[in-house]
């Protein structure tokens, strides 16, 4: 008597090795339930929106910052808004994934990428480093500043790096230290650099900077070494200049002073009313003084200072109006300014320590001074009221009267300003996975388990003693992701959680060691920070490798044997992995590129599949590695030629070629090992215009059938006659360009004897 048997299309993946030719599978499809039925749904197409950043290549980034799309492939940084693109910059080093988090209202955008990282206000990217000046505190103001003093750093070092040898022979083996370098070509300094120097075989192959020299105008300077300084045979060796330090530039900002006297040269004639003008201040913002003039007898007799303004770093001019002739105010004077702080005009680089500030001109010794020229010495002002040439002992009188100096004469004025810099903190470690804005911070973590905080929404400044580390464990940080209110950093092992606890000194966090997990990540790109969870491949110190979803602070498994076979067998070593929210479901995307594999979980019914791409046919990962959403739709870039992706619902089949929907069944036996014969086929979903191809094994997976095809717009989409089996399993593939949904497929099983 015969059986109808109805096999399901939605199967979940069971794989008996790594291999995943053996056993169910869907591919490029996934399970959606209309109630309660229950459909296999071809996942959404890529399709090209006319955007291919550069000239192609490598995919590093997706982000959208300040309502554009920012890319970033080969190592060069994109935007675009769909219809115009261009480039905002280059990064450098290799060309690893992007991290990418953005401060409070698009003011930064923040990029890290494992070996450096960059900021993007809209108008300027800029590259990280701990060795240009981010920060300068005044710690004395100073008194008595009648103009705005100069601000002069400490040189920066001259050479910082070195390029690729060029051996040269014939040279005595052993290693030089502390040898002079010479000039070749290009640009010239002062002094250059000494290295150690170190020759085998006759060659130099190596030379290490133990000095830095003056510096250079820039790089492309060739640099070499006497015969005689490295044994005292030998020659063709040289060595290209490949950094130069450069160094800071400032500019003081000063308080700013008030009217304080006013002074009339000459009092004029004929007057019967007379007016005065001040010119503006110099500082912006600052109020014009005014003043009124009295009159007697046709010439000025007073000054009253009715407002005495603000911001001027220098005696404004008075400029006298009236009826009469004459008049003139040849001199005004100010109360004393303050250095208020100093501005950053050029953060410098190469320097390995903080540089000394300068402020104004010091007192030199034997040194022609100028008019009203005001010089520092011991940490006093002194302003010149008789231009000469300074003696030869600095200065010491404090008294305010004037006194003679060589054959210039000073009067003190007050106190001398000073001022200290900081380099920039950011951390010179490799930096894990991750990024993330957090309570107005920018939060990086660093292999060491250093979990390193920004100033507040200033990711251009970090402070070297900024910082809390995951330690818990001895393991390396792994990655770095925020969920709820917490930054979660993943050890190799463990997994902490950190909370702003509002610290005054150093990082803000403090560690929650109740939520501490025993489950560390097995790699950093692997973890999706997704709406209210986090998602990763998990490990063990003792365990093997699990997908988990962090369930409030709880770990939930989402990975099933299957899956975690093939993670075990897999590397792990090049992975990209994003979230996409699409057409009601949520998925965890995880591309294994050296497996050449992209598994794919349905969040909510931790139900798996695989997708692929056709691309120069052959089935490959799929095309997009990189995600982000950008006005309500959903975009993808390309691992490998820079290209943009719309991932979208509406469209069938993908710019590189059609979309391989494959359903594999398990195996059926109808509860029997007996013979038995099938008679009718058919296939139940919705009607479109495609045909599906099926085709069986009867050996384990090891062989296949033909194809047979069946019209899916046919009022019955059937085949009869199909054989006989013991044990057999289906593959059901379809490539049309159509929305496929399928829920079953029947077959009438006739029992044997034998």
Same mark, same amino acid.
């Given at each position: 008597m015969s059986e109808t048997l109805r096999l399901p299309m939605a199967y979940p993946i069971e794989f008996r090795s790594s291999s995943t030719e053996k056993g169910s599978k869907m591919v490029n499809c996934y399970a959606e339930a209309d109630g309660?039925?229950?459909?296999?749904?071809?996942?959404?197409? %890529?399709? @090209?929106?006319?955007?291919?950043? !550069?000239?192609?290549?490598?995919?590093? !980034?997706?982000?959208?910052?300040?309502?554009?799309?920012?890319?970033?492939?080969? @190592?060069?940084?994109?935007?675009?808004?769909?219809?115009?693109?261009?480039?905002?910059?280059?990064?450098?080093?290799?060309?690893?994934?992007?991290?990418?988090?953005?401060?409070?209202?698009?003011?930064?955008?923040?990029? /890290?990428?494992? +070996?450096?990282?960059?900021? $993007?206000?809209?108008?300027? %990217?800029?590259?990280?480093?701990?060795?240009?000046?981010?920060?300068?505190?005044?710690?004395t103001g100073g008194t008595g500043y009648f103009s705005v003093p100069t601000v002069t750093f400490s040189a920066a070092p001259g050479v910082t790096s070195l390029g690729t040898i060029t051996p040269g022979s014939g040279y005595t083996n052993g290693t030089y230290t502390d040898v002079q370098l010479t000039y070749v070509s290009g640009p010239t300094t002062s002094a250059y650099p000494k290295a150690t120097i170190l020759v085998a075989g006759g060659v130099v192959t190596s030379v290490i900077l133990t000095s830095s020299g003056t510096i250079l105008s820039g790089t492309g300077t060739v640099l070499s070494a006497s015969a005689a300084s490295i044994g005292g045979t030998g020659s063709g060796f040289s060595i290209p200049v490949t950094g130069v330090g450069v160094t800071a530039t400032g500019t003081a900002i000063m308080s700013g002073g008030t009217l304080s006297t006013v002074h009339i040269n000459n009092v004029g004639t004929g007057y019967t009313y007379a007016n005065i003008a001040f010119s503006d201040p110099q500082i912006s913002g600052g109020v014009r003084a005014t003043a009124t003039l009295g009159v007697s007898a046709g010439s000025i007799t007073s000054v009253t200072i009715t407002n005495i303004g603000s911001g001027y770093t220098s005696p404004p001019t008075g400029t006298i109006t009236g009826d009469g002739t004459s008049a003139n105010c040849d001199y005004t004077t100010i109360t004393e300014n303050t250095l208020e702080s100093i501005i950053i005009t050029n953060p410098g680089s190469g320097y390995t320590y903080a540089p000394s500030i300068v402020i104004g001109n010091p007192w030199v010794a034997l040194t022609a001074v100028t008019l009203n020229e005001q010089v520092f010495y011991n940490g006093n002002l002194f302003t010149v009221t008789v231009a000469g040439t300074t003696g030869s002992t600095g200065p010491t009188d404090t008294?305010?009267?004037?006194?003679?100096?060589?054959?210039?004469?000073?009067?003190?004025?007050?106190?001398?300003?000073?001022?200290?810099?900081?380099?920039?903190?950011?951390p010179t470690d490799t930096i894990v996975p991750g990024a993330a804005y957090f309570d107005t911070y920018t939060f990086v973590m660093t292999q060491d388990g250093k979990v390193w905080n920004s100033e507040p929404n200033d990711p251009n400044n970090w402070d070297a003693l900024n910082f809390i580390t995951a330690e818990a464990e001895p393991d390396k940080g792994v990655a770095l992701a925020k969920h709820f209110n917490y930054l979660v950093a993943f050890g190799e092992w463990s997994t902490e959680f950190f909370y702003d606890a509002g610290t005054a000194?150093?990082?803000?966090?403090?560690?929650? /060691?109740?939520?501490?997990?025993?489950?560390?990540?097995?790699?950093?790109?692997?973890?999706?920070?997704?709406?209210?969870?986090?998602?990763?491949?998990?490990?063990?110190?003792?365990?093997?490798?699990?997908?988990?979803?962090?369930?409030?602070?709880?770990?939930?498994?989402?990975?099933?044997?299957?899956?975690?076979?093939?993670?075990? /067998?897999?590397?792990?070593?090049?992975?990209?992995?994003?979230?996409?929210?699409?057409?009601?479901?949520?998925?965890?995307?995880?591309?294994?590129?050296?497996?050449?594999?992209?598994?794919?979980?349905?969040?909510?019914?931790?139900?798996?599949?695989?997708?692929?791409?056709?691309?120069?046919?052959?089935?490959?990962?799929?095309?997009?590695?990189?995600?982000?959403?950008?006005?309500?739709?959903?975009?993808?870039?390309?691992?490998?030629?820079?290209?943009? $992706? @719309?991932?979208?619902?509406?469209? $069938?089949? +993908?710019?590189?070629?059609?979309?391989?929907?494959?359903?594999r069944s398990n195996l059926i036996d109808a509860n029997s090992t007996k013979r038995k014969f099938i008679g009718r086929l058919e296939i139940v979903g919705d009607k479109i215009g495609a045909t599906l191809r099926i085709r069986h094994t009867d050996d384990d997976y090891n062989n296949w059938s033909q194809y047979r095809n069946v019209d899916l717009n046919a009022m019955r989409s059937v085949t009869y006659q199909n054989g006989s089996f013991r044990r057999r399993a289906y593959e059901f593939f379809c490539t049309d360009n159509q929305p496929l949904r399928l829920q079953a497929c029947e077959v009438d099983v006739d029992p044997g004897v034998t």
């Open positions: 309660n039925t229950v459909y296999a749904k071809k996942r959404p197409g %890529l399709a @090209n929106v006319g955007v291919t950043f !550069g000239a192609g290549g490598k995919g590093q !980034g997706l982000y959208v910052f300040k309502d554009k799309i920012i890319a970033v492939v080969n @190592n060069t940084v994109y935007q675009t808004d769909l219809t115009t693109t261009t480039t905002i910059g280059t990064l450098s080093g290799p060309t690893s994934p992007c991290f990418f988090t953005k401060t409070l209202n698009d003011i930064y955008l923040f990029i /890290q990428k494992g +070996d450096s990282a960059y900021t $993007y206000d809209g108008t300027t %990217l800029t590259k990280l480093s701990s060795d240009v000046v981010a920060l300068v505190n005044v710690s008294s305010g009267t004037p006194f003679v100096d060589g054959s210039a004469t000073l009067k003190w004025s007050g106190i001398a300003a000073e001022a200290y810099a900081l380099l920039n903190g950011f000194v150093g990082s803000p966090l403090l560690p929650n /060691q109740t939520f501490r997990m025993e489950f560390g990540c097995a790699n950093g790109d692997s973890v999706v920070d997704m709406q209210q969870t986090v998602v990763w491949v998990g490990v063990g110190k003792n365990t093997g490798r699990v997908v988990l979803m962090l369930d409030g602070v709880k770990p939930v498994q989402l990975s099933d044997t299957s899956v975690e076979r093939i993670l075990n /067998q897999s590397t792990l070593e090049n992975v990209r992995a994003y979230s996409l929210k699409i057409a009601g479901h949520y998925f965890y995307i995880l591309n294994l590129l050296d497996d050449d594999l992209t598994l794919v979980c349905d969040i909510k019914s931790k139900q798996w599949c695989i997708w692929t791409s056709y691309v120069d046919n052959k089935e490959t990962i799929l095309d997009g590695v990189f995600f982000t959403s950008y006005n309500n739709e959903a975009y993808t870039l390309d691992n490998l030629d820079g290209k943009l $992706y @719309n991932i979208s619902e509406h469209t $069938y089949t +993908d710019d590189s070629g059609p979309i391989q929907y494959r359903i």
